[in-house]
């Protein structure tokens, strides 16, 4: 049990990830993730696959993974893709770790730059992030692990 709890910081040390930053990441996960569980009323099962950085299968899944993004800015109103909106939620990392900030950026612009909305918000959050979880592994990105 003790080495799932010192791993995170091990890989933020490897990886030179601001601990801080980190942890911040990880509470407003935790903390939209709850909200969004409940408003969706998506289950332990249907969020499993986000938690292993996948791509959620389940209808109540990806409605899940839309609701985070909306939350966050990365998705609008509207249901669809909001290029402003994903810039300025990545700002406030900007003054707490400028490389992982790059980095980030680099996904979000690699990603805004190549997809297109789906059929639904739940669709579009899947193209979404399937592309950062291709992106994130191109420019070295670590994962944040949601222990």
Same mark, same amino acid.
């Given at each position: 049990m003790k080495s799932l709890i010192i791993l995170p910081f091990l890989l933020s040390a490897i990886f030179c990830l601001n601990p801080q930053m980190e942890e911040m990441i990880r509470t407003r996960v935790k903390e939209n993730g709850l909200i969004c569980m409940s408003k969706i009323g998506a289950t332990d099962g249907d969020v499993a696959p986000l938690v292993n950085h996948q791509v959620p299968?389940?209808? &109540?899944? #990806?409605?899940f993974l839309a609701c985070m993004y909306k939350t966050e800015g990365f998705i609008g109103a509207d249901g669809s893709i $909001?290029?402003?909106g994903s !810039? &300025? &939620?990545?700002e406030p990392m900007k @003054?707490? @770790?400028? *490389?992982?900030y790059l980095k980030v950026k680099?996904?979000?612009? $690699?990603? !805004? *730059?190549?997809?297109?909305?789906g059929d639904n918000e739940c669709e579009t959050a899947v193209i979404v992030h399937q592309c950062?979880? &291709?992106? #994130?592994?191109?420019v070295g990105l670590p994962a944040i692990e949601m222990d």
């Open positions: 299968t389940t209808e &109540a899944g #990806k409605c $909001n290029r402003e !810039l &300025a &939620a990545i @003054d707490m @770790d400028q *490389d992982y680099q996904v979000m612009e $690699n990603c !805004l *730059d190549k997809i297109s909305n950062v979880l &291709a992106e #994130k592994e191109n």
